[in-house]
């Protein structure tokens, strides 16, 4: 009962990291493999606030989103816009190479020493509260409740506002979507910049969980990446899902053995993958 | 990918060579500029990589030229091991700057440093030094992943290669084709702690505070977890310890419940990892939530840095640990000259940062290299500098190595000093390594007893 807590916690972790890949495929078609280092660059950047002027994370935090919200949007413009149009496989080559530029531009700055936000964050990392042979991390039922947060606020975007429907509406068929006047243009940057923000915010919980350096951002790429397949791309609820699928495996294949738990993590991927239906929420034809 | 190969795949050495055609130029000082004028436009890490074998190869190779290739991970996960090498090689330099006199002759020594990526490039790296730059001596270090290659093609070569900080026996036995029998080599030669240094420091750490002797392992399923698990574990045992092993997890588990669950049941007074760095902290985390406090926490392979210890924050106050160097080493660097309190004086005004145990070994890499060509009597004869390895003696920051000494013919063991890691508030860095124990090197001076972590 304790490891099924645990996994449930860890995949409200993964599935924060998740949320902002399983948009960027759901309105552009576009896998962003840099989305781990952009990750981490959030992790950086609220490192640097909360060393250099000493201000509570959570202030730095809320400072460092609308910076991560803009350079999303730039990024958009500036690279994605252009790789977009030269068909499917570029945009995924761009967003690799961009992993790689971010990764030693990091190097070069911040030097390959070890970070983490634990120290500044207090406690908050390290206690618990149990009952009844169940232990339960607050800062894993945070990352939860962040998660869930952030899901229902996206899914009350695309649902209820003009942008959201603008932007799902864009997702079925750009080429309608402008007929009827919408920019789609506007709408892929605009959810570029709600997904670099959401990996910000991803990137901070990353950083007060373990230590992070310039090269942290692709293994925290793989489980993200699964936890959307699993969950079925383009679904925010399928993301929530999948990463704590993902995270249950997990910790049932440590229960197991040790060895075995990136092991079932990676079977239930695969098993999702060769299945006829696709992930688990997908719904064919049509997404977000 | 060096410079020049990326020029040909692009098509641009014709345009060189028609530039140099033209002007009393040469052909590498083109490159070098292109090199630069690249460099200065991209400023990125991976392209500065690249470059860095260029800007050092500037200057004619006339025929009294000794070229020594240096391979260690500047960037990737490994990083960190890299960090104080372009200061030690700077010293190298600056030793070397009036060139080396050996049997009469004067020769000028070049030194090519190249980043193995953490082991991505780290073949690669070294067949450029092999075949591209005609490399008389190749040094590497820091981690299997960077030096069990280079060594690979450089035995396969047969160019002289020193080698440092991977335990001797992944280094030793891991690159036998049959490790039941092994054959020693021709041409690779190493100096490193191993596993019997491990076992004979925590041996002389541990009883320093009273425990139960229950020892709870985290040895993950790698090159190192399997082999401390295969050769560690056993020592352990029979030094009268009682063994808690799980099993071995895979590396980036990021939930260990399962392990802390058995670790509280069975009553693990005493703690001990030789996991990946980020693996450690979600551990250690988790631990701290689920109350399990071991009283001795004895890391290794991760908190071998200051940097890595103090993004704990106060978790990382009082864990244990073993350095392979420190700058209250009594031993000198015979080329340099230069002190181990030098040294780690030295690294931090010019870097800013604390000192790095990895200092002293990058340094020692340099003292052997000369003391082999100067023995050799004949540098530019590969087979001279091979045989001259076989029974050199020379003073090192880590103190003094003679080969022939060892385990085996190829081999040096280096000590292991036990310690710990203590919080300093108050004075110029956070943290610092408090030494406890000296069973592998009577030398190095104690300076308190371990405390309980909990």
Known sequence: ?288 | MSQEDALVKAGGVNFVERLVAGHELSRRDVLKAIGAGTLTLAGGGLIEACGSALGTTGGSSSAGTIKIGFVSPLTGPDAGFGEPDPYVISLAKKAFASGLTIGGKKYNVQIIDEDSQSGTRAAQAASDLINAQNVDLILTTSAPETVNPVSDAAEAAGVPCISTVVPWEAWYFGRQSNPAAPVPFKWTFHFSFGVAQFANAYEHLWPQIPTNKVVGVMWPNDADGNAIRAALGPMLKAAGYTIVDPGAYADGTTEFTTQINEFKSKNCEIFNTFPIPPDFVTFWEQAAQQGFTPKIAQIAKTGLFPSQVEALGSLGNGLASGVYWGPTWPYSSSLTGVSSAKLASGYEASSGKEWNQQAGASLALFDVAAAALKASGDPKNKQAVATAMKTLAVDTPLGHLAWGTGPNPNVVPTPIIGGQWVATPGSAYPIDFVICENSNDANVPVAAKLTAYS
């Open chain 1, 1 to 288: 009962m304790n490891v099924l807590v645990q996994g449930v916690l860890l995949g409200g972790f993964y599935a924060l990291l998740a949320c902002g890949l399983s948009l960027m495929f759901g309105v552009m078609r576009i896998i962003n493999l840099a989305h781990g280092d952009i990750a981490v660059i959030g992790a950086y950047l609220v490192w640097v606030l909360v060393n250099q002027t000493s201000m509570p994370p959570w202030l730095a935090a809320l400072l460092v989103l609308p910076i991560m919200w803009v350079a999303g949007y730039v990024m958009y413009v500036l690279l994605l816009e252009r790789s977009r149009r030269a068909g499917q496989l570029v945009p995924l080559l761009t967003t690799f190479g961009l992993a790689i530029v971010i990764e030693n531009v990091l190097l070069q700055i911040f030097s390959p020493d070890d970070h983490s936000l634990l120290s500044s964050t207090g406690t908050l990392a390290t206690s618990s509260i149990s009952f009844g042979g169940l232990t339960i991390s607050i800062f894993g039922m945070l990352t939860l409740a962040t998660a869930v947060v952030v899901l229902i606020g996206l899914q009350f975007f695309l649902s209820r506002t003009t942008s959201g429907r603008q932007m799902r509406a864009t997702a079925e068929d750009p080429d309608v979507a402008e007929l009827v006047g919408i920019n789609a243009r506007a709408v892929y940057a605009k959810a570029t910049a709600i997904a670099v923000a959401i990996a910000g915010l991803g990137g901070i919980f990353l950083a007060i969980r373990q230590t992070f350096n310039p090269s942290t951002g692709p293994t925290q790429l793989i489980f993200a990446f699964e936890a959307v397949v699993i969950g079925g791309f383009g679904s925010p609820w399928g993301t929530l899902l999948g990463g704590i699928v993902l995270g249950v495996a997990q910790v049932i294949g440590a229960q197991v053995n040790p060895q075995y738990f990136v092991l079932f993590g990676h079977l239930v991927f695969l098993a999702v993958l060769a299945s006829p239906r696709g992930g688990l929420l997908s719904r064919r034809g049509r997404t977000v």
